[in-house]
Nanobody, 123 residues
Framework: QLEESGGGKVQSGGSLRLSCAAS????????MAWFRQAPEKEREFVAA????????IYADSVKGRFTISRDLPRNTWYLHMVNLEPEDTAVYYC??????????????????WGQGTQVTVSS
């Protein structure tokens, strides 16, 4: 089970940090990620991190502004967002899944999803 927190409303240029806590099982051999979905748009990849070695990957649209990280003892990963833009407004979802040959940018790579948290950026 994944539990998200940290969404909210900010002005353009502001910052937020999202958290996703996993309960009940080990996260070894898994990829943890953040996706987002704006109204009437498909869910899109934001960032991913490999639990075992911390390797990260980002969507081009957030590179340099968003940072994904993990806290092993807490079984939690984060998305720290700075310089937020109105185009970042969306429901943000955390996800986890066993590493496989499915590209990490695909929603199909993940079997567990959080409930989603709203991020709204006003201009």
């Amino acid at each position: 089970q994944l539990e998200e927190s940290g969404g909210g409303k900010v002005q353009s240029g502001g910052s937020l940090r999202l958290s996703c806590a996993a309960s009940g099982r080990t996260l070894r051999f898994q990829t943890m990620a953040w996706f987002r979905q704006a109204p009437e748009k498909e869910r899109e990849f934001v960032a991913a991190i490999w639990w075992d070695d911390g390797t990260t990957i980002y969507a081009d649209s957030v590179k340099g502004r968003f940072t994904i990280s993990r806290d092993l003892p807490r079984n939690t990963w984060y998305l720290h967002m700075v310089n937020l833009e109105p185009e970042d407004t969306a429901v943000y979802y955390c996800a986890s899944g066993l590493k496989s040959t499915i590209p990490v940018r695909s929603t199909r790579a993940y079997s567990n999803w959080g409930q989603g948290t709203q991020v709204t950026v006003s201009s």
